[in-house]
């Protein structure tokens, strides 16, 4: 025998038959209020709710609103009705007009409404609130709104303070690493390790290192943050005269932050007068695997060091060396192939430099832009491109 599903107690779903969303009983206190906007009428205190609002008794209604501190329970309050709707907002005295909802106990059919507020809940209750048509009318001949000298301060410092995710720290030259001339590369390494170590992102390291006499007063002094401290006087004078706070240590700490998250460092600047250059400097954690060719040994630190010029003779080069442990691994890639075969040519004395030094080359690749690094090996004993190899006696030659 089947069961019919017309039979009686079963009644079809059909759109809007379901109970409606808003509360009955809300919408029948906003009916009793609104004849009363613009009147007083008289409150009861019933209860004070955990949340920090009252049980109020008004128009037979028992309603839940925000009254001033101290106000006693079973204390009679008059209420002026500001509104009824969208909302019910009552106003006691000259405290600013509350909105007014009915009162649900804990788990009953409305009980999630009637949930204790939460701090910000509460203070946004407490906020004013002033009708749509009291508002003040804006257009092209209302005053400019203006910011306090602290709201502008921290305005200030927000955006300077911001940087885009993934982008890396980057630090301004003020002067050449070389002087006009042949460049001294015993001067430019020096430099180098001074335009990164002596710009604070390492200032605290150091002040470490200075305690445990492995650094000097004079290298800290040569470092932005002790150079404010000296200047601290000049600086609060300027900030007076700027109308605003010095916001150079919240600046240099963001940068500070900004290093250690993403462990790379630019440099923008000019390698000698006139030759610009952009030089970065990063930190990898090494997992083992292999790139480029190259398995890189497990749990030693992975260095990469790159640089872009703009050459008079070879056009755009790009230089990276990536160090692992005591592997040296060289890349240089150039804008064209005439410039990767004349970088190609000279190769040779760079292997020589480097073993001189007391760090022999690991690999060499030496490629265009134009071309795809094919990874084609090419011995180095007697070969005339001069393509340094690697410790089996290979190198890479794009």
Do not use: C
């Amino acid at each position: 025998m089947q069961t019919r599903l017309d039979s009686a107690g079963l009644r079809p779903l059909v759109p809007g038959g379901g109970q409606p969303a808003a509360d009955p009983r809300q919408a029948a206190f906003q009916r009793a209020l609104a004849p009363m906007v613009g009147k007083t009428v008289p409150g009861e205190v019933l209860a004070k709710i955990p949340d920090g609002s009252y049980l109020v008794r008004v128009a037979d209604t028992n309603a839940r609103m925000m009254l001033p501190g101290g106000t006693q329970v079973g204390a009679q309050v008059a209420l002026n009705v500001v509104a009824a709707h969208p909302r019910p907002l009552l106003q006691v005295g000259t405290e600013q007009a509350q909105p007014a909802t009915v009162y649900t106990p804990p788990g009953g059919a409305s009980a999630a409404s009637s949930r204790p507020m939460s701090a910000a809940a509460v203070l946004l209750n407490k906020a004013p609130l002033i009708a749509a048509d009291q508002l003040p009318t804006l257009d092209h001949t209302s005053a400019q709104a203006t910011l306090s000298p602290a709201a502008r301060a921290i305005a200030s410092a927000l955006t300077q303070a911001y940087t885009a995710p993934g982008a890396p720290v980057t630090i301004h030259g003020k002067h050449p690493l070389a002087a006009a001339g042949a460049p001294d590369p015993a001067r430019v390494e020096t430099a180098l390790k001074n335009v990164l170590g002596e710009s604070g992102l390492f200032y605290e390291s150091h002040v470490a290192e200075w305690a445990e006499g492995k650094r000097s007063l004079q290298e800290l002094a040569r470092e932005p943050q002790m150079q404010r401290m000296t200047q601290q006087g000049s600086s609060e004078a300027l900030a007076r005269a700027m109308g605003g706070p010095d916001l150079s240590a919240a600046q240099m700490i963001n940068l500070q932050l900004h290093a250690q998250e993403q462990g790379k460092v630019q440099w923008h600047g000019e390698a000698w007068p006139g030759q610009k250059m952009q030089w970065e400097v990063e930190r990898e954690e090494n997992d083992g695997r292999s790139r480029g060719g190259r398995d890189e040994a497990d749990g030693q630190p992975v260095w990469r060091s790159g640089a872009r010029f703009s050459l008079p003779l070879l056009g755009n080069v790009a230089a990276s060396v990536t160090l692992v442990g005591d592997q040296v691994h060289v890349t240089l890639q150039s804008g064209t192939e005439e410039s990767a075969d004349d970088l190609r040519a000279w190769s040779g004395m760079l292997q020589r430099a480097l073993e001189a030094a007391g760090t022999p080359l690991s690999s060499l690749s030496i490629g265009a832009d134009a071309e795809k690094e094919t990874g084609t090996q090419a011995g180095v004993a007697g070969n005339a491109a001069g393509a340094v190899a690697a410790p089996e006696g290979n190198a890479d030659a794009a």
